[in-house]
């Protein structure tokens, strides 16, 4: 495949000419020149905001995304166990806005940076499917980032509700709001277990979703992951709240700690903090090689 791209400096119409094989296609387009572009699009694209946003695109992108996402999911799970508006954690509402958010969080930034929002992903494309490794530390450190921030604009958000919540008490009742904690009727084990399983599936139906030598869903793909992530949660999530996501997770227990929670988020539940970080690190891997091997006609290289 050969692909011949020439942009000249003015703004006039642009041919541009992309070689298939034997198909050849020629398409117009126009190029922005610096004078049609707004004020707000100048800054950002000049001086030393500029030059970050430049070198740290992909990584600006995962912590959007991530933001987006876990705070969809941080907020659905408040206003279920708060009751508030009507709401109940009884029903499905949780599973469909984690769902939405996935989606949103996936649309803000899938074109950048991959849209991975989740460290265990992140890992799974590194081992599967030939990411950099040497991105692979920044893009958890901006993926842990964004689920921080999630935390504290929820926190700042539900404020009034939450102080009416604890009722004077910060205790693992109210730190469920922001993170997972063992179910009383589980074990450590059990709840492991769940997660690795869950996040397999997850990685799994990412992989095919995104992989345009299968079915493939293509510009519909956000659409088709958020589906999947909600039929998930309907089907396997009612024992750990299906977290599959390390920074999901870890992000809201750091702010907690800061926020006056002290050690309940890592003492709570048995020293649970560990199991939605280790189990979808190692179901997400799983998941991405069971795919490969059942599934992908040309593993590993093709996607390099």
Known sequence: MSEQITIPD???PTRIKVSHG????????KVSSPESLSSMQRMLNNGALGNFRSANREYIAEFFGTFVFVSFIIGVVQQCKMEIGGYSAAGNTICWGVGFGFMLGLYMCAGISGGHINPAITLTMAVNRGFPWKKVPWYIVAQV???FCSALLNYTYFHAQIVKFENGQRDIQSAGLFAAFLPAHMTIGTAFYAEVIDTAFFAASIFAITDKLNAGATHYAPLAL?????GIGLSFGSLT???MNPARDLGPRIFMSIAGWGDIPW????????VPWIGPALGAVIGGFLYEFFACSK???MFN
Do not use: Q
Not at 22 to 29: D, G, P, Q, R, Y
Not at 267 to 274: A, I, L, Q, R, T
């Open 10 to 12: 003015s703004a006039a």
């Open 22 to 29: 034997h198909v050849s296609e020629e398409l117009s387009t």
């Open 145 to 147: 980032l964004g689920a």
């Open 226 to 230: 958020g589906m999947m992530i909600t």
């Open 241 to 243: 709240g299906y977290s």
């Open 267 to 274: 003492v709570g539940g048995e020293h649970f903090f560990w």
């Open 299 to 301: 593993p590993k290289n």
